[in-house]
């Protein structure tokens, strides 16, 4: 039997840099829900705009720290892990954000409205990894939040299923190849515009998020994937 060797290669933290990165390519930026670095008058204008977004840290993992935040008439609703607290003011909200923040650099993402499996929210992980100096795609798996979070992480209660079950169970078994094979090529795209921006990178993780309406989005890149 050969020997594969696996790069571990370069390790960036960053997900703004990576995000600008991507956002190079009109075709993947299509992909990538709209971002901004958080402070207050950035979340108060993508509120504005999109009514719900997500806000997390620009280095981190493990859904730790990842917050939802929706605006509803005048009232502001931020929830972490399970719990909602509810402001009735911008500036209460903000108070909360950054209290819990501690300091850290987060950026603001478009909240993107998952198709879901029984009201659970499911997205993707796709694996990617360069074996013997060439990319190889070692998995794409499924993962459903726990009942009651919006995260989907596995260390958080998420469930693990094939890419082809969460496709066909949140959308319709017909569409199982074409997302599949699409969730393929933007992950060639991808990385080959990483590769020449990030030189030395090994391995990646891309987790994928399909909407309601099938549209597919970038929500990350992990160049540590578990």
Sequence with gaps: MSEVTISSGRQLASKWLK?????????????????????AANLRTMLGRYGMVVIKPVRGGGGIGVMKITRAGGAYKCTYMARTHTFRSFGGLMSHVNRSRRGKAYLI??????????????DYRVKYVKENGSWTFRSMVGRLARRGLFVTNLCRGGLQMTAAQGIGRSLSPRLISSKKSEMRRLTRMATSLMERRFPGIGQLGYDYGIDRNGHIWILEVNTRPQ
């Excluded at 995000?19 to 402070?39: E, V």
Aim: aromatic share 2%; net charge positive.
């Design 19 to 39: 995000t600008n990165a991507l956002l190079a390519n009109p075709y993947l930026a299509n992909h990538i829900p709209p971002s901004r670095l958080l402070n």
């Design 109 to 122: 993402q478009k909240g993107i409205r998952l198709a879901s499996v029984g009201g659970r929210p499911i």
